[in-house]
């Protein structure tokens, strides 16, 4: 069974910072590749990070490129996201997301399998 808890969130004006933890099962991290994506009020679900287990590559969506950065720490079965200079478009609940590796690299969100409850994030101005 994968478990995925995101943690983090919060209110932050814009400009500032905020890094978001998801913490998973011990057997996620080495099985599946892991994703972050994010949705507003009103909107779809989107991409925002993903990084890849085997060869630790990451990839970024353009809004969020230079902003944010996706990391993992082995040790503790842990994602994360750090996220700087927020903007407030940035306002989201935010989804850790882990998918197969089979899959391979994907942004979709409906290729992924397993999600986490969500991390509401958000940036006033």
């Known amino acids: 069974q994968v478990q995925l808890v995101e943690s983090g969130g919060g209110l932050v004006q814009s400009g500032g910072s905020l890094r978001l933890s998801c913490a998973a099962s011990p057997r996620t991290f080495s099985n599946y590749n892991m994703g972050w994506f994010r949705q507003a009020p009103g909107k779809g679900r989107e991409f925002v990070a993903r990084v890849r287990r085997s060869a630790g590559g990451t990839y970024y969506a353009d809004s969020v490129s230079g902003r944010f950065i996706i990391s993992v720490d082995d040790a503790k079965n842990t994602m994360y996201l750090q996220m700087n200079s927020l903007k407030p478009e940035d306002t989201a609940v935010y989804y850790c997301?882990?998918?197969?590796?089979?899959?391979?690299?994907?942004?979709?969100?409906?290729?992924?399998?397993?999600w986490g409850q969500g991390t509401q994030v958000t940036v006033s101005s």
């Open positions: 997301a882990a998918v197969n590796l089979w899959r391979g690299t994907t942004t979709l969100p409906s290729d992924y399998d397993y």
